[in-house]
């Protein structure tokens, strides 16, 4: 409908980049005809392009951008429920629903997501080990087919489409508006309590011991740190502050500042082993063990959102962000992986350590119960070899990797992880038998085949 516009696009670690043929409909009714038409081979659904590799790019064909598509429906302010258009981003929800009392239910960390993107990639934030992932508070979505029919999906009404679609990373189907439960916050702040730990070891043991009492708990790591100290980390675990909590009289209104840019992409030596030991070092003596601070809820869900572009401080060429979760059985095999990372001349700038609750029904939903440990590495030549070989380890170990961060894993490795593909195949299969939703990470992976080839980006 209309014609499209050709992008080379990426995800928010700029690789790969994809020359791609991007449609962006003003209305959801619009849809329907760019699929009926069928100028591309196949399509894929897009939003703010948060996640990090290519599970919205569709290198050579159609990329459907619904961020135009953002409209809010009606809200039910005694149950919470807010229905909305799929283009609709968390951070436009959290500025409309935050003075009112509402606060989302689960916020990754980012707020710069789209409902729709929050849905295929079933995200999941800082407090899944209490209350899940996003999914979960999902009470329906209505998915556009490639057929042109538009289905009605809950956790009780096509249920299978329902758990195939949340996490499937936008295979089955294009999200149209969507219902999600919001929770009720006494305030716009946080009571954040800080603890130093010494090692990975420490750190573990705070987060299984104390973790239950905290909504929101995550750890920053310093993954370059040697023998006794290696995975030295701060955790920062949370709950939402009470109105007494907070100085002034207005719990729910928090000040906003102007974001800082980063006006241009940084040379390739900038982010170095020395320059991130610096501020690893730096960072760590900065936040000793304390109890009882309040901040307001950006600066401790999403404090890089105050950056805009901060993604260029990696160069041109981008970086790799590598996620792998661990059962709590084998957390030997987080250390492992961390002894791989500090022994190696790759210096992660952010490295982000949480614990994961139990495995919600999604087919290709990535959280599980364990330890799970982000690293940022920036692109070199050799970083797809090395993500593939931490792939074989992570593997050995009983390890699983996260879609939305993933740019390098093979079909095998993948297929292995994710034991429940062939279950989503079969949905995919009777849903989409022509494979009209495609993408370039489910050709690579292996999900979905096609004619434009499964891109390897070795």
């Known amino acids: 409908m209309g014609p499209f516009a050709v992008q080379h696009l990426s995800g928010w670690g700029r690789f790969p980049v994809e020359g791609c043929h991007v449609f962006r409909p003003e209305k959801r009714r619009l849809i329907g005809p760019i699929l009926a038409e ?22 050579g064909a159609g990329v459907i951008d619904n961020s135009r598509l953002n409209r809010m429906i ?8 807010l229905e909305c258009e799929a283009g609709v981003s968390l951070a436009e929800i959290l500025d409309a629903f935050v003075p009112r009392g ?8 980012t707020k710069f997501v789209t409902v729709g993107g929050a849905i295929a990639n079933d995200v999941h934030g800082k407090n899944h080990h209490r209350d899940g992932s996003f999914s979960r508070f999902v009470d329906g979505f209505e998915l556009l087919t490639a057929g042109g029919e538009v289905i009605a999906c809950s956790p009780v009404q096509n249920a299978d489409v329902f758990w195939a679609t949340s996490g499937g990373i ?61 995975g030295r980390s701060v955790l920062m675990r949370a709950n939402h502050a009470e109105r007494s909590a907070v100085r ?6 928090v000040k906003r500042t102007f974001p800082k840019t980063v006006p241009f992409d ?56 590598y996620q792998v979760t661990f059962p709590k059985s084998n957390s030997g095999g987080l250390r492992q992986l961390l002894e791989r990372i500090s022994r190696s001349s790759c210096a992660s700038f952010l490295a982000v350590l949480k614990q994961l609750g139990p495995a919600g029904p999604g087919l290709l939903s990535y959280p599980s119960a364990g330890y799970t440990i982000t690293f940022d590495i920036p692109m070199r030549r050799d970083l797809v070899s090395l993500l593939r070989d ?69």
């Not at 009606?74 to 429920?81: H, K, R, Y």
């Not at 509402?102 to 960390?109: A, D, E, K, T």
Request: charge should be neutral.
């Open 248 to 253: 002034g009289n207005e719990p729910y209104r």
């Open 38 to 59: 069928r100028t591309e081979q196949n399509y894929i659904a897009r939003g703010l392009g948060r996640s990090y590799g290519d599970a919205a790019v569709n290198g």
């Open 266 to 321: 940084f040379p390739g030596i900038a982010l170095n082993s020395l320059s991130i030991r610096a501020f690893n070092e730096c960072y760590y003596r900065m936040h000793p063990t304390a109890h009882g601070k309040v901040f307001d809820y950006d600066t401790y869900f999403c404090p890089l959102d105050s950056i805009q572009h901060w993604n260029r401080m990696y160069g041109k060429r981008g970086f790799g962000q």
């Open 390 to 458: 931490l792939d074989k380890q992570a593997l050995e170990q009983g390890g699983r990797l996260y879609c939305a961060k993933d740019a390098t894993t093979l079909p095998e490795t993948f297929a292995a992880m994710y034991p429940r593909l062939d279950e989503f195949r079969a949905i995919k299969a009777r849903l989409d038998p022509d494979n009209v939703f495609s993408s370039s990470m489910g050709r690579r992976l292996g999900i979905v085949g096609g004619p434009n080839g499964g891109a390897d980006h070795g």
């Open 102 to 109: 509402f606060f989302l239910s689960v916020l990754p960390g």
């Open 74 to 81: 009606s809200f039910d302010a005694e149950a919470g429920i």
């Open 170 to 230: 936008g295979l089955t189907g294009i999200i149209l508006t969507a219902r999600i439960r919001l929770q009720r916050v006494d305030s716009a702040y946080m009571a954040v309590d800080y603890f130093r730990a010494h090692d990975i070891d420490d750190a573990l043991a705070a987060m299984a011991d104390s973790d239950e009492r905290y909504q929101y708990s995550v750890g920053w790591v310093d993954c370059l740190a040697r023998g006794r100290s290696m």
